[in-house]
């Protein structure tokens, strides 16, 4: 994410976007036990059969610039978005996606890897290179093939006797084939599987 010199990137969550996560344990039938769920749970909360982390949308309050906003950071990666500008990183005449990566993807095969970061279009690549020593350091320009949903960083639980939930994993990989630990995690963001990974000869 870009730094305070620049502008609010499009994931960084706001003060008064935080929502209280006020979680227990309940039985489930679906789940074939005991599940991780809010206090007051609504439908919406699950997603992937796991929990995701509540967010606010309306972008007020102070920047959070090291804290990503779990609703945003999930829509740039279903739908294809600008982590920095919230538009299309989708490339029209390819169908390819813009991805700035650095050591945030792991590669599973040749061409094929996973990422919590979401793309970055390439308007926004320079904005994105000027603003963070990080990325200027070790970043690589990709174009992607393909995308789609591969796991979730998470905190993980264990249920207490009451219905109660303690923490015993935190910001944690868990992949959406591990059902048990499903049941047991808070997902605050999403993790994509990128396929057709070619780097790209230029960042500008």
């Keep these: 994410m870009a ?7 499009y994931i960084t969550a706001w003060s008064d976007e935080e929502r209280p996560q006020g979680v227990g344990f309940a039985h489930h039938a679906e789940a074939g036990g005991q599940r991780l769920t809010y206090t007051d749970p609504q439908p919406n909360d699950w997603i992937y059969g796991v929990l995701r982390a509540r967010h606010g949308i309306g972008r007020s309050g102070r920047p959070l610039w090291k804290q990503v906003n779990t609703l945003r ?4 990666m279903t739908h294809r978005l600008c982590q920095v500008c919230g538009e299309s990183a989708v490339d029209p005449a390819s169908g390819r996606v813009s991805w700035l990566l650095t050591e945030t993807v792991v590669s599973v095969a040749p061409g094929q890897g996973y990422t919590n970061a979401p793309p970055t279009c390439r308007s926004c690549i320079p904005e994105s290179l000027a603003a963070c ?3 200027r350091r070790g970043a690589v320009g990709y174009s992607v093939e393909d995308v789609e949903p591969y796991g979730v960083l998470a905190h993980v ?10 923490i015993v994993d935190r910001s944690v990989m868990v992949q959406l084939d591990e059902f048990g630990r499903l049941t047991r995690a808070l997902a605050h963001q999403l993790v994509v599987l990128l396929s057709g990974l070619q780097a790209t000869s230029t960042l500008a």
């Design 73 to 76: 950071q999930w829509r740039c």
């Design 133 to 135: 020593p990080r990325l």
């Design 157 to 166: 639980f264990r249920p207490t006797p009451g219905g109660g939930a303690v």
């Design 3 to 9: 730094s305070p010199e620049g502008r609010v990137p």
